[in-house]
């Protein structure tokens, strides 16, 4: 099916926050971290097809994957420097060395994937939009 060999991949980062918290959104037992890569290019995303990984599209964010993991995402810069997650904002470029994994539902959702390594390319900084506070009179 896949010779699993890691791939190199490039991409830009959404919903990092989840990278550092779990997302309890929608599932309150929760118990991951997950790492969005999005805008990935089709040659790119041939490849992850490759490990069996099933690439989603959304318009806002082309092709794209997300990785879980149980461990905290450790994102570096080009000198290896650990970037924090909380500066990065939706659209931070990045490269990626990801690898695949069977499990029991692959069949059905494919591989999942594994990031080995996250460098930050681009910073785009995280700027929450200010709260609107209602006035009373």
């Not at 029991?104 to 995280?126: C, D, F, H, Q, W």
Request: with cysteine; hydrophobic share 35%.
């Amino acid at each position: 099916m896949s010779d699993l060999k890691p791939v190199k991949i490039s991409g830009e980062l959404f919903w990092n926050k989840w990278m550092a918290e779990f997302n309890t959104m929608f599932n309150e037992g929760n118990d991951r971290y997950e790492c969005t890569i999005g805008n990935i290019s089709d040659d790119d995303a041939a490849k992850l097809t490759g490990l069996g990984i099933k690439v989603k599209h959304k318009d806002s964010m082309g092709n794209f994957i997300v990785a879980k993991s149980k461990y905290l995402f450790n994102p570096t810069d080009e000198n290896l420097k650990e970037v924090d997650v909380k500066a990065l904002g939706n659209g931070s470029k990045c490269v990626a060395v990801i690898t695949a994994y069977t499990h029991r539902m692959s069949a059905k959702y494919g591989n999942s994937p594994t990031i080995k390594k996250l460098m930050v390319t681009e910073v785009v900084t995280y700027t929450p939009e200010p709260q609107e506070e209602d006035e009373a009179f």
